[in-house]
């Protein structure tokens, strides 16, 4: 869908409606049995490891490339360097674009 189509901001809207009960269920009931089932070192050994899984994969969508394995493993590990340096250059959606006063 392009970003011009008028069911845009509802489509985001309700992704994003989704997303956030989906965050909120992960952060107070998985995350939390999660933490209480394990000891803090090995909480500690699962972020550092989830933080070094992060420099290998992509931040950003690149919907032309392949998504299942090999290839999006493959193509995931090329673009993730680009990606993480060009975030060091991009702004915010919210400071780069100028806010569409049509949209509420
Ligand atoms: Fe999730």
Do not use: Y
Request: aromatic letters at 6%; one cysteine or more; proline letters at 12%.
């Amino acid at each position: 869908m392009n970003c011009s189509d008028p069911q845009f901001i509802p489509a985001i809207r309700s992704l994003m409606e989704d997303l956030t009960k989906h965050v909120h269920e992960e952060e107070t009931i998985d995350l939390v049995k999660l933490e209480s089932s394990i000891t803090p070192e090995e909480s500690e050994r699962l972020a550092k490891s989830f933080g070094r899984t992060k420099m290998f994969v992509p931040s950003r969508s690149h919907p032309s490339a392949p998504n299942k394995p090999p290839f999006e493993t493959a193509v995931g590990l090329m673009t993730a360097p680009i990606d993480h340096l060009a975030d060091l250059f991009r702004k915010w959606p919210e400071e780069a674009l100028t806010p569409n006063p049509s949209v509420k």
